[in-house]
C-alpha cells in the first residue's frame, strides 16, 4: 500500500509546468513549490510534466532539474521524476558499475519488482544504455553469487494465484536435503528461487517450516560470512516479505553512527508508491519509533521536507 498523498484535484501538466518554470525562475530556486508539485504528482502525471515541459519550454525538465538543485535532495528529485522503468535500469546500471560482493540493489529490482515491471525495467536498460542487464550482470559478477543474479534479473515468474501443493512438499525436501549438504549453491535450488512464482514458492517455504521446524533463512545463516548465503536470504525475503527486506535497509541506513543516504533515497523513492504504508507500519513495529520522525531527526531542509512528503508524512514544523 502507497502512502503518496496526490490531490483530489490536479492541475493540468501545463499548469504544473509554468510553475515548476516559475520556481526556476527569479532570485533562486524555489524548492518547497517544486516538492509541492512533484512530490504528490504519481507516476503517469509526472511523465506528462515531462512530456508538457519539454514541448512548452524546449528544456528537459530532469536537466533543468540537475542545474537547479544540489546534493541529496537533488539526488531524490531526479530519481523520484523517473519513469518507474528508467530508475529501475539507472539504478541497476549504478550497481554494477560500483559492483561489490554485498550489492543487493539488483536482487531489490528482480525480487521486488512484478515480472511485467522487471521486463519493462530490462527493456529501459537497452534503450538508455545500449545493452542488456544480464549482459553487464554476468561481466561484473562471478561464482554462485553471478549464476544466482543472472538467473533473477532475466526471470519472467507466473503472477498468479494458484500453488500447487505437492510440488510445493516436493521442492521444500529438495531445498531441505541440499542445504542440509551445504550444497546450496545447486543448480535445483536456484531454479526454485529464482523462477517459482511468489505464490508458489511461498507455499514451498511454508512446507519446509512446518515440515523441519525452522524458516530456511535460519537454516541459510551457517556461515554469516558467506557473501553467498547472505544474497540467498536477502533474495528470499525480497521475494516473500519485501517490507521486512526494505524495513532492515533503512533501520541501517538511519542510524546513530551515521546517515546511508543512498539507502535512505533509493527506498523512499522506488517504495512511495508501492508499499511504504507497510514499510512504515515494520519499521515502528521494529524501531519503536515512527519512521517520520526517524527522518526528521536524521535529516534536514529540503531533502528532509521531500523524504516526508512521499512518505505521507509533511513536516509543518
Partial sequence: ??????????????????????AFDGWGTNEKLIISILAHRNAAQR?????????????????TLDKELTSDFESLLLLWTLD???????????????????????LEIACTRSSHELFLARQAYHCLFKKSIEEDVAHHTTGDFGKLLVLLVTSFRY??????????KQEAKILRKHITDNACNHDE??????????????????????????????DLKSDPKDEFL????????????????FEKVLR????????????????????AEVDMKHIAVEYQRRSSIPLDKAIINDTHGDYEDLLLALIGHENDA
Avoid at 503472477?159 to 510445493?168: D, F, I, K, Q, R
Wanted: proline residues 4%; contains cysteine.
Fill in 1 to 22: 500500500m502507497a502512502t503518496l498523498s496526490v490531490p483530489s484535484h490536479v492541475p493540468s501538466p501545463s499548469e504544473d509546468c509554468e510553475q515548476l518554470k516559475k
Fill in 159 to 168: 503472477e498468479g494465484p494458484e500453488v500447487n501443493t505437492t510440488l510445493a
Fill in 189 to 218: 535450488v536456484l531454479r526454485i528461487i529464482a523462477t517459482r512464482s511468489k505464490t508458489q514458492l511461498n507455499a514451498t517455504l511454508n512446507h519446509y517450516n512446518n515440515e523441519f521446524g525452522n524458516a530456511i533463512n535460519k
Fill in 47 to 63: 511523465k506528462a510534466i515531462r512530456q508538457t515541459y519539454t514541448e512548452n519550454f524546449g528544456a528537459d525538465l530532469l536537466k
Fill in 252 to 271: 541501517l541506513a538511519i542510524n546513530k553512527t551515521g546517515t546511508d543516504e543512498g539507502a535512505l533515497t533509493r527506498v523512499i523513492a522506488t517504495r
Fill in 84 to 106: 518507474p522503468a528508467e530508475r529501475d535500469a539507472t539504478l541497476a546500471n549504478r550497481a554494477v558499475k560500483k559492483w561489490t560482493a554485498s550489492n543487493q540493489v539488483l
Fill in 230 to 245: 547472505r544474497a540467498l536470504r536477502s533474495t528470499i525475503k525480497c521475494l516473500t516479505t519485501p517490507e521486512k527486506y
